[in-house]
Structures are given as C-alpha cells and as structure tokens.
T-cell receptor, first 111, second 120 residues
Framework: QKEVEQNSGPLSVPEGAIASLNCTYSDRVSQSFFWYRQYSGKSPELIMSIYSNGDKEDGRFTAQLNKASQYVSLLIRDSQPSDSATYLCAVLRQAGTALIFGKGTTLSVSS | GAVVSQHPSWVICKSGTSVKIECRSLDFQATTMFWYRQFPKQSLMLMATSNEGSKATYEQGVEKDKFLINHASLTLSTLTVTSAHPEDSSFYIC????????????????FGDGTRLSIL
C-alpha cells in the first residue's frame, strides 16, 4: 500500500462547479497535511495546509481532515479554467523530514 | 521571503556526461534540503535528504554513486548526475527546510523551480 493515495483522474468539472479532490494516507503518525498545485513543467505550489480534524477554508479552497479515517480532501468552489492543473496531496510525519507526495489528481475545468 | 533558486532550469546533454544542479536558499539558511525526481505523469519521488556538513541519506533504489549530493553550506546543495543516460531524463526538484517552522508550519519546505534534464 502506498503511503499517500489519490485518484489520478482526470477529474472534469464545468466552470463554476465545485471540484472535490480526495486523498488517503497509511501512516497514522502523520501530523501535517498539505495540498499543492502543479502546472505542467512547473514546480509544486502550496495551496493549503491542515493539521487538525475538521475544515479549513481559504478563499475558494477548503481542506478537510479526518484523522480517524486517514482521509484528507480539498474542495475548490467556483472552479475556474485556471484551476486546471494536477493537485498533489502531501503528508509530513516529522519536522525536518521530507514531504511524502501522492501521485496527484489531474483537474480539468471547462469553460 | 523564503526563496529557493534552482539552476539550471533546463539542460540537454549527451549520454555519458555529468550534470550538476544547484539549489540555493536565497534569504534563509537551510539546515536540510531534499532532492526529488519526477517522471512524466508521476508524482514527486524523494531521492535523498541532504544535511549541511554531513553525508546525504539516499532513498532505497537511488544509487548514491550516480547521484552525488553535496551540501557544503547552509545555503547551497548540489546534485551531480554522473555518467548520465537517457533513463535519467527527468524533472529534478529541490526543496529546502529552514528548520524553524516545525511540524505545524504553514509551509515546512520551499521548492525550487525545478530542472528539466534531457539526456540524448
């Protein structure tokens, strides 16, 4: 079992819709969770971080964490074509160690 | 703040040559740097963890004699791909940890822009 799993997609949504991206992780000691956006040929860009169970909102983005289910999600409201990218879920087990990434979910927002 | 510069951004070279990639933290001291590799349609795979002044720790399956990592200062880590072959063609990305953020940091690591390596 991979440490961080995501559906590779592609996930296609129309402009203005809500895009829902999901991620599960296997290591229960994971403490910090992150969502990155990566455009083709570019480096990952941090969108959200979350540490506590529940929801965390930042603009159009909402991250959700359920440690009991080992599940992290990202909701993108009012999706825009510019949101079309690959979204990477990452976990951090200990400070000073490397982020562990999922394979990423490709999102396509059509206008 | 927290800018990581990676150079070169793109390199094409012949099979058998060695290629050096630099990763610099411009406005902070990086106690730890990480090197990732990303093949097309794949995720970032950690290659090695580099700590200033000590030997790098390589992930399983990564040849330490082929991928030489040097972290000689708190602001610079280098990755040298020795005797590169076409299968080494990939997107190499470094990230730097200042060591001050801790587990609850909003951004524990800062990424460079990546290096596209193409071996002919």
């Amino acid at each position: 079992q991979k440490e961080v799993e995501q559906n590779s997609g592609p996930l296609s949504v129309p402009e203005g819709a809500i895009a829902s991206l999901n991620c599960t992780y296997s290591d229960r000691v994971s403490q910090s969770f992150f969502w990155y956006r990566q455009y083709s040929g570019k480096s990952p860009e941090l969108i959200m971080s979350i540490y506590s169970n529940g929801d965390k909102e930042d603009g159009r983005f909402t991250a959700q964490l359920n440690k009991a289910s080992q599940y992290v999600s990202l909701l993108i409201r009012d999706s825009q074509p510019s949101d079309s990218a690959t979204y990477l879920c990452a976990v951090l087990r200990q400070a000073g160690t490397a982020l562990i990434f999922g394979k990423g979910t490709t999102l396509s927002v059509s206008s | 703040g927290a800018v990581v510069s990676q150079h070169p951004s793109w390199v094409i070279c012949k099979s058998g040559t060695s290629v050096k990639i630099e990763c610099r933290s411009l406005d902070f001291q990086a106690t730890t740097m990480f090197w990732y590799r990303q093949f097309p349609k794949q995720s970032l795979m950690l290659m090695a963890t580099s700590n200033e002044g000590s030997k790098a720790t390589y992930e399983q399956g990564v040849e330490k004699d082929k991928f030489l990592i040097n972290h000689a200062s708190l602001t610079l880590s280098t990755l040298t791909v020795t005797s590169a072959h076409p299968e080494d063609s990939s997107f190499y990305i470094c990230s730097a940890d200042s060591g001050t953020g801790g587990l609850w940091s909003n951004q524990p690591q800062h990424f460079g822009d990546g290096t596209r390596l193409s071996i002919l």
